[in-house]
């Protein structure tokens, strides 16, 4: 009886072991189930390099290039930002602070990772807008530049946590190498230990974009939400997934809108499987 | 020489900045919320239901909400992360397949929430018919913070020491008996770490309940887990973008309540791995 009681136990954990690839699959299969029916009514390249959205006319065009340049500006915006700055701060953090600042600043950075996205949303819309507004004197402060700068702060403790792990796994071999070849601290930071863990540092680098182009309330909030094609930074933007997030409830389910928006979302899912997997090897090739 | 130690000054005084800039905003955007939001909060505030078009009154509905959806997802998703860890950490071995859970496990964090959101939707409301409801949210949410309950699972019972399973079975134990009656309490601590490290994070996520569960404006408490219910973030979305002439201060106070809430589990989550640590017996 105990034997039959453990076997049932064994296959059950075996099961929700495969619990992740299931629902890998699933999310992905189900995507495809609603958004591969947008592809009966216009093909993949009117879809992708369309240059209208404009989704509720008669007939409804689902261009999603403005979206995809959107989502495009406000990444490499954020990443200008956080990249230098994350990185920068990582190897504060896991090289020249001394300890006990070293634990107050890393649980500052876990602070700024656990703000709900809409949180950090309102505080935009009440700070960073307005004073965008001002110094550029431009007519609303709801622009990419906006969305950049707030999602920067979504993808730093990212880039942070995890480049600072990968200085971290760096031998300690390396740096008293170094020391001992009378390097200076900052001379075997930049030359030894940086080098060291670059590949850590990429996938970092990787995973906080992820973040930042898989973003929606902030983003949502903050960028104007005009689906235009941007000619410059200080423009109202929209994203991919401000799209879906702000558009889904009013469709209808099985119109074409609905089926847009969910291809849409099979577009995310798979930047987010090539990101995702790319860092992941990025580490793996570390070690 | 004294060149590079002169360039190592300024360096690391870019480093230094590069931090400030960091960890000053997030001081401030917390600041900020705390001044402004603590004068909001009264008794009526958190146990009012929302009234005039929610430009007045409480917002005890989205607080029950939430509560329902955080509990409804951590339902779902401990039992099954928490054997899915025991599966990595005790169960599998060095092989193809282990490595695709692995992937899976970083695909399912990695996917973005409005992502999930369209899935719940496309699964739950649809497919299965439950509708909008606190079901199909709480399934939602509770698949999107799997991958957290996984990780900190399998990280607390990775770090149970090998010897304690050895001489659990050395003394006859089964497999089973040694994982339940050894390895697991002892990953206790870091288990409830990650659980509560998730509920943390399905209390603050607003894109997968847009279309699972959340009302716009719904003044009375759920009765059943079919009912839509409303929920502190979207709440705090829907008055700060799409409601007019709402007063500042329940804009502030409606985020201080959700920042409160969420700091605060994340804050016990730190307390306990700290404790875990400092009693560690090994």
């Known amino acids: 009886m105990r034997k039959f009681k453990e076997f049932i136990i064994e296959k059950l954990i075996a099961i929700c072991g495969v619990a992740s690839i299931f629902f890998v699959i699933l999310i992905f299969l189900f995507?495809?189930?609603?958004?591969?029916?947008?592809?009966?009514?216009?093909?993949?390249?009117?879809?992708?390099?369309?240059?209208?959205?404009?989704?509720?006319?008669?007939?409804?065009?689902?261009?999603?290039?403005?979206?995809?340049?959107?989502?495009?500006?406000?990444?490499?915006?954020?990443?200008?930002?956080?990249?230098?700055?994350?990185?920068?701060?990582?190897?504060?953090?896991?090289?020249?602070?001394?300890?006990?600042?070293?634990?107050?600043?890393?649980?500052?950075?876990e602070l700024l990772a656990a703000i709900p996205s809409v949180v950090l949303g309102f505080i935009g819309m009440v700070t960073l807008v307005p004073l965008v507004k001002n110094i550029f004197h431009i007519p609303t402060g709801l622009t990419a530049l906006s969305g950049s700068i707030m999602l920067a702060f979504m993808a730093m403790p990212t880039i942070v946590s995890i480049a600072e792990d990968a200085l971290y796994s760096v031998p300690k071999s390396y740096k008293e190498g170094a020391f001992a070849l009378g390097a200076t601290h900052w001379q075997t930071i930049w030359r030894v230990m940086l080098p060291a863990a670059s590949s850590g540092i990429v996938a970092a680098v990787m995973l906080g974009i992820g973040r930042v182009i898989g973003e929606t309330m902030a983003v949502m909030m903050i960028t104007g939400n005009s689906a235009i094609i941007p000619q410059s930074i200080l423009q109202p933007v929209r994203t991919l997934t401000a799209t879906i997030a702000a558009e889904m409830g009013e469709t209808v389910v099985g119109s074409e809108h609905y089926f847009a928006l969910f291809a849409i979302g099979i577009v995310l899912f798979v930047i987010s499987f090539v990101i995702n997997v790319g860092a992941d090897l990025a580490i793996h090739k570390r070690k | 020489m004294k060149n590079s130690l002169r360039s190592q000054k300024i360096a690391f005084f870019f480093l230094l900045i590069a931090t400030l800039f960091i960890v000053i905003p997030v001081g401030l955007i917390i600041v900020v919320i705390i001044q402004k939001g603590l004068p909001a909060i009264n008794w009526q505030f958190i146990f009012d239901i929302p009234r005039q078009g929610m430009r007045a009154g409480g917002i005890f509905p989205a607080i029950v909400g939430t509560i329902y959806l955080v509990t409804g997802a951590i339902l779902f998703a401990l039992p099954i992360g928490v054997m899915s860890a025991i599966y990595l950490s005790e169960y599998s071995r060095e092989n193809v397949l282990t490595r695709l859970i692995k992937l899976a496990i970083i695909n399912l964090s990695g996917v973005p929430s409005v992502v999930y959101g369209l899935f719940g939707l496309a699964i739950f409301v649809v497919f299965f018919k439950f509708g909008a409801s606190i079901l199909s949210g709480s399934l939602t949410l509770g698949i999107m913070i799997l991958p957290i309950i996984i990780t900190a699972s399998r990280e607390a019972l990775e770090s149970v020491p090998q010897s304690f399973r050895e001489v659990s079975l050395s003394l006859g134990a089964s497999k089973w008996q040694t994982t339940r009656h050894i390895v697991l309490p002892n990953a206790v601590p870091g288990i409830l770490t990650g659980t509560i490290l998730g509920l943390g994070r399905a209390a603050g996520e607003t894109a997968p309940i847009l279309f699972t569960v959340a009302a716009f404006y719904l003044p009375k408490l759920p009765h059943s887990i079919f009912d839509q219910a409303m929920a502190l973030p979207y709440h705090l979305y829907v008055i700060s973008t799409q409601v007019p002439n709402v007063d500042e201060k329940i804009r502030y106070g409606t985020a201080f309540v959700l920042l409160t809430i969420v700091l605060f589990m994340n804050l016990i989550a730190i307390i306990i791995r700290y404790q875990f640590r400092k009693k560690k017996k090994w």
């Open chain 1, 31 to 109: 995507l495809l189930k609603e958004g591969l029916a947008l592809f009966k009514i216009i093909t993949p390249s009117q879809f992708i390099f369309g240059k209208n959205w404009y989704p509720i006319s008669e007939p409804a065009q689902l261009g999603i290039l403005p979206l995809i340049l959107g989502s495009l500006i406000v990444t490499i915006g954020a990443a200008i930002i956080s990249i230098p700055i994350g990185v920068g701060c990582a190897i504060y953090i896991a090289e020249v602070a001394p300890g006990r600042i070293k634990e107050i600043l890393k649980a500052g950075i």
